[in-house]
């Protein structure tokens, strides 16, 4: 089984930067691609990015497309993503999970989600 932890979440101002990490357990997380959600009161839990098991396929929705960066570092079980230029729609809870289905961008397509982290962007 597989458990994820999220952090670095935090309250920053408009067009200010956080970087989020997620620890994952067991042997076989580089084996794995790596999503990133979110989801904010009231609404649908949203695609963010998706990172493949190697680091060479990367996806992002086209909202934070050219502001945020997905990684990870096999060797440390970890994935991160750093947001830059945030914007006050960007205020969310964060979940990094496993992906296990076709979709990538797809909720249904990811299993074993963390507890998430939440971001907070003032306007």
């Known amino acids: 089984q597989v458990q994820l932890v999220e952090s670095g979440g935090g309250l920053v101002q408009t067009g200010g930067s956080l970087r989020l990490s997620c620890a994952a357990s067991?042997?076989?997380?580089?084996?794995?691609?790596m999503g990133w959600f979110r989801q904010a009161p009231g609404k649908e839990r949203e695609f963010v990015a998706y990172?493949?098991?190697?680091?060479?396929?990367?996806y992002y929705s086209d909202s934070v497309k050219g502001r945020f960066i997905i990684s990870r570092d096999n060797a440390k079980n970890r994935v991160y993503l750093q947001m830059n230029s945030l914007k006050p729609e960007d205020t969310a809870v964060y979940y990094c999970?496993?992906?296990?289905?076709?979709?990538?961008?797809?909720?249904?397509?990811?299993?074993?989600w963390g507890q998430g982290t939440q971001v907070t962007v003032s306007s």
């Open positions: 999970t496993v992906r296990t289905g076709s979709v990538a961008a797809a909720a249904s397509s990811y299993d074993y």
């Open positions: 067991g042997r076989t997380f580089s084996s794995y691609g």
């Open positions: 990172i493949s098991s190697g680091g060479f396929i990367i």
